[in-house]
């Protein structure tokens, strides 16, 4: 219901898109996340956007690097990002939510889950 994709392999300091596309419930209702994975690392919290787009939220070191916007007339969600270097190599998920703002940080509040892309950053 959630597919990811636009990962790859980039070199430091490019910009890579991810794209989001939902399917399968009302994608417009839920507000929707992006959580990276780095190999041997846990699963964690990268930006939200609420439901209409009208609010973003972002864990603080990714701040001002990272754009997370949505287009409900496409069912789609997308994470623009910049500067991107070696310690951003991961593996990048979608999830769908209804949790309230203090929980979107959270992995387990989120119900719908895309199978994931990858980002490689090389220097």
């Known amino acids: 219901q959630l597919q990811a994709s636009g990962g790859g392999l980039v070199q430091a300091g490019d910009s890579l898109r991810l794209s989001c596309a939902a399917s399968g419930f009302t994608f417009s209702t839920y507000r929707m996340g992006w959580f990276r994975q780095a190999p041997g690392k846990e699963r964690e919290f990268v930006a939200a956007i609420s439901e209409s787009g009208g609010s973003t939220y972002y864990t603080d070191s990714l701040k001002g690097r990272f754009t997370v916007s949505r287009d409900n007339a496409k069912n789609a969600v997308y994470l623009q990002m910049n500067s991107l270097n070696p310690e951003d190599t991961a593996v990048y998920y979608c999830?769908?939510?209804?949790?309230?703002?203090?929980?979107?940080?959270?992995?387990?509040?989120?119900?719908?889950w895309g199978q994931g892309t990858l980002v490689t950053v090389s220097s």
């Open positions: 999830a769908a939510t209804r949790t309230v703002i203090t929980g979107l940080q959270n992995r387990n509040n989120y119900r719908y």
